[in-house]
T-cell receptor, first 112, second 112 residues
Framework: KQEVTQIPAALSVPEGENLVLNCSFT??????LQWFRQDPGKGLTSLLL?????REQTSGRLNASLDKSSGRSTLYIAASQPGDSATYLC???????????FGTGTRLKVLA | DVKVTQSSRYLVKRTGEKVFLECVQD?????MFWYRQDPGLGLRLIYF???????EKGDIPEGYSVSREKKERFSLILESASTNQTSMYLC???????????FGPGTRLTVL
C-alpha cells in the first residue's frame, strides 16, 4: 500500500533563503507526482507535476525533482518570500490506480 | 483558466440532516473526485467518478453517497449528517488527456 510522507511538518525561514521540502513514498511504481500549495482555509493549487519518466520540472522560482528508485521528491524554492508562506503537499499516483495518495504537508512560514 | 466551483464555502448543519455538497467544473473533464481533509490525516478520497453516472468508492465512503447526472456536476450527499463528518470537503477534477488535478476552493462543513 502506497504511503507518502512529508518531513518536516513545519518550517520557518527568513526571507531570501533557498529551501528544500521533502516528499517520500514507499512504492516506486508511480505514474506521476504532483506538488500543491494550500493557503489557510482554501483549496489546493497545482504547482508542478512530474511524470515518472522525468527527473525534474521547473516553474519560476520552483524546481521539483524526482528520484523514483529511492522513493523521493524534493521541491526547491529559491529566494523565498513572505508570500510563499503556505502548506505544501505532494501527491503520488501509483501505476495502475486512479487514486492519488497525499502526504500530510509541510507548513512553511517565510519571515519578513 | 480552469474553474472548479463548490456550492458553499461554509456550511453549518445539525446532526441527522441530509446535506448536499455540489461541485461544478467548466473544463469538460471526465474525472471528478471528492476528498475530505482533516488535521493530521491529510486528504482522504471519499468517492471518484470517471464518467456520467459512473462512480467508485474511495478510502472512506461510509456515510456518504454521490451523484453524477451531468458531466460538469458531481454531488456529495451526507444522508444523515453526524458530528464526525465535520471537516473540510474538497472537490477535484482531472481530464483523461491530462494528469494535473485541479481543486475547488473547499467547503468547510460543521455538523452540530
Amino acid at each position: 500500500k502506497q504511503e507518502v510522507t512529508q518531513i518536516p511538518a513545519a518550517l520557518s525561514v527568513p526571507e531570501g533563503e533557498n529551501l528544500v521540502l521533502n516528499c517520500s513514498f514507499t512504492d516506486s511504481a508511480i505514474y506521476n507526482l504532483q506538488w500543491f500549495r494550500q493557503d489557510p482555509g482554501k483549496g489546493l493549487t497545482s504547482l508542478l507535476l512530474i511524470q515518472s519518466s522525468q527527473r525534474e520540472q521547473t516553474s519560476g522560482r520552483l524546481n521539483a525533482s524526482l528520484d523514483k528508485s529511492s522513493g523521493r521528491s524534493t521541491l526547491y524554492i529559491a529566494a523565498s518570500q513572505p508570500g510563499d508562506s503556505a502548506t505544501y503537499l505532494c501527491a503520488v499516483l501509483t501505476s495502475g490506480t486512479y487514486k492519488y495518495i497525499f502526504g500530510t504537508g509541510t507548513r512553511l512560514k517565510v519571515l519578513a | 483558466d480552469v474553474k472548479v466551483t463548490q456550492s458553499s464555502r461554509y456550511l453549518v448543519k445539525r446532526t441527522g440532516e441530509k446535506v448536499f455538497l455540489e461541485c461544478v467544473q467548466d473544463m469538460d473533464h471526465e474525472n471528478m473526485f471528492w476528498y475530505r481533509q482533516d488535521p493530521g490525516l491529510g486528504l482522504r478520497l471519499i468517492y471518484f467518478s470517471y464518467d456520467v453516472k459512473m462512480k467508485e468508492k474511495g478510502d472512506i465512503p461510509e456515510g456518504y453517497s454521490v451523484s453524477r447526472e451531468k458531466k460538469e456536476r458531481f454531488s456529495l450527499i451526507l444522508e444523515s449528517a453526524s458530528t464526525n463528518q465535520t471537516s473540510m470537503y474538497l472537490c477535484a477534477i482531472k481530464g483523461q488527456a491530462t494528469d494535473t488535478q485541479y481543486f475547488g476552493p473547499g467547503t468547510r462543513l460543521t455538523v452540530l
